[in-house]
């Protein structure tokens, strides 16, 4: 059955219809529940089958959920009848926010390629010792999984046209690059934060490039791959076709949480350890230059 009357809207799998035998009252209300497909559905829609038109009508129905989220219609007339849900509570609101996003998107892949662009012509002078080494090495990693997964995100801002192998490859890719890019931020917080404290004792280059690899490329990795085996293993959804994004049930379900429990977790570990130092860095700066007591004898 088509639906170009409410576009942007799924069906409920479910398709009632209702007859009325021996009774000629025309003034009649029928109500029917509808289970809950799509918890995430932010609007829902009772329509029935018209068949003058042969599309969907919302005319003389009236949606309602109810306290355990099913969807109540109320309507006039008999037909059959069905639920529309709709990520969305305006179509039109969302085009803008994709127009925004998209825009956005471009802007940030636009910077990033200059960023790159600038940081290859001057690496070989930037990167001299191996403080700047390092930084620089931990900079350039943040900028290019930051640019993959905004290419992957831009690239997917049209589910529809994508196919079920290409939608799942670029979820794949989003999460992944985004935990990859947060994983670089935690390694060069902690670099920084360990050439303040131990300053007389820096890291060697061979075991900052050794444990960052694991930090930045293993990590990311492993839970990417477990999060997808969990899932299957439990017969749920890794990725909503929709969306191309990983899915959101309910708060703690779903395979979102496979993504936003690392990054909460990199960046409580990134204000844990920096802000600290930085207070205690500030501390002992003001300490340093405040002026003498008049009072004090300083021969």
């Not at 989220?69 to 969302?94: G, I, P, R, W, Y």
């Not at 290409?166 to 920084?192: A, E, I, N």
């Not at 690899?213 to 017969?235: D, F, N, Q, R």
């Not at 002992?284 to 007591?293: E, F, I, L, T, W």
């Amino acid at each position: 059955m088509k639906n170009d009357k409410f576009p942007g809207r799924n069906r409920s799998s479910i398709l009632l219809s209702a007859t009325l035998v021996g009774n000629s009252d025309s003034d009649i209300k029928i109500k029917m529940f509808f289970p809950d497909e799509q918890p995430t559905a932010t609007e829902r829609l009772c329509v029935f089958w018209d068949t003058n038109k042969t599309d969907w009508s919302s005319e003389g129905c009236i949606a309602n959920v109810t306290d355990d989220n099913q969807t109540l219609c109320e309507c006039n007339h008999l037909t059959s009848f069905s639920v529309l849900m709709s990520k969305s509570a305006n179509v039109k609101d969302s085009s803008i926010l994709d127009m925004i996003t998209n825009i956005g998107l471009g802007v940030s892949i636009f910077s990033l390629l200059i960023f790159l662009f600038v940081e290859s012509l001057v690496w070989s002078a930037v990167t001299k010792t191996n403080l700047s080494h390092f930084r620089h090495t931990a900079v350039v990693n943040i900028a290019v999984f930051r640019l993959l997964a905004d290419c992957s995100f831009l690239a997917s801002t049209e589910p529809t046209k994508l196919s079920d192998t290409w939608c799942f490859t670029f979820t794949v890719c989003k999460h992944l690059f985004y935990l990859t890019m947060f994983c670089w931020m935690l390694c060069l917080s902690v670099m920084l934060v360990h050439q303040l404290i131990f300053v007389f004792s820096p890291v060697r280059k061979r075991v900052f490039m050794y444990l960052s690899s694991i930090v930045g490329y293993v990590v990311p990795i492993a839970l990417v791959g477990t999060s997808y085996v969990y899932y299957k293993y439990k017969e749920q959804d890794y990725y909503d076709r929709e969306s191309c994004w990983l899915t959101y049930v309910r708060l703690l379900e779903g395979s979102i949480h496979a993504f936003l429990l690392p990054v909460v977790y990199s960046l409580i570990l990134n204000v844990a350890i920096c802000v600290p130092q930085t207070v205690e860095t500030e501390s002992s700066s003001g300490d340093r230059s405040a002026p003498c007591d008049p009072g004090e004898n300083t021969s």
